[in-house]
């Protein structure tokens, strides 16, 4: 005969930013927790702005496993490490820490999230192709790495502060060349020519700004991919069908990058499909 164990027992995971409260995670791995029969919670924890440090080592004391990292922290995360993965290392941010009884381990998981989100979950093998990532800051600097690693033949790297896309750049550049991918930056008028795939990991739907992209650089039938996702997503969807392209949203991102992080801790891998089915479900019935 079994026993479920009290909820005090089990253990504890959480998504520590600020702000936190639109965060999907929650929702997210408890789906994930039920597929895989772990017993784990789940939780959301504001962190003050000025202290995210000592948010994460009291929510470790209190006997947290791990946790998530999202914005504005994940620059401040890898430092909190002992054990920092080669991705996070290059990213210089992570969005997972693992509190192990031997040490303390960060990683970044968002760039395998959308890789896998690009070819599994849309189709789009990215070797070979020219490819626009429009954003250097967190989210940009996480997704570069594992984008030059799916082997396509260029990555442009365009940002509204060009200095910063350039600073990406320089630490890639070595990445870039063991993989043989062409890696340029610049400023947002920078990108010349069409590109296959369009990723605007730049925060202009968020801010209700205008696309940061030139229509005339979609390639015919382009794969265009918002990090965002939700209603502040739909102008640059709606950007991308009317100009012959094929939108994405971030949704897919999100819980590949939620099942690397579930993976990193539990040692098991869900299954995304259908708890992206399910979450894109939640999301639209509440719109
Ligand atoms: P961040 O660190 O604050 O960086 C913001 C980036 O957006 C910077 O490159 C900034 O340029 C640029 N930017 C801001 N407003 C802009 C505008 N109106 N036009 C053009 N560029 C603008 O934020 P982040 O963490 O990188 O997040 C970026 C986006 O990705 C957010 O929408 C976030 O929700 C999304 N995201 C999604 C996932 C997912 O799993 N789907 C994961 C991570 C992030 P400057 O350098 O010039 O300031």
Known sequence: MTHDRPEADLDRYAVLGNPVAHSQSPFIHAAFARQMGERMTYERVLAPMDGFVETVRAFAAAGGCGCNVTVPFKFEAPALAARVSARARLAGAANVLGFDADGWWADNTDGIGLVRDIIDGAGVPLRGLRLLLVGAGGAGAGVLGPLIEAGPAEVMVANRTPERAQTLMLRHAAWADQHGVRLQAGALDAPAGRFDVVINASASSLAGGAVPVA??????????VDLMYGAPARPFLDWASAHGARPRDGLGMLVEQAAEAFFGWRGCRPET???????????EAKA
């Open 215 to 224: 229509p005339g650089r979609l390639a015919d039938g382009a794969l265009a």
């Open 273 to 283: 499909g259908p708890v992206l089915a399910a979450l894109r479900e939640r999301l």
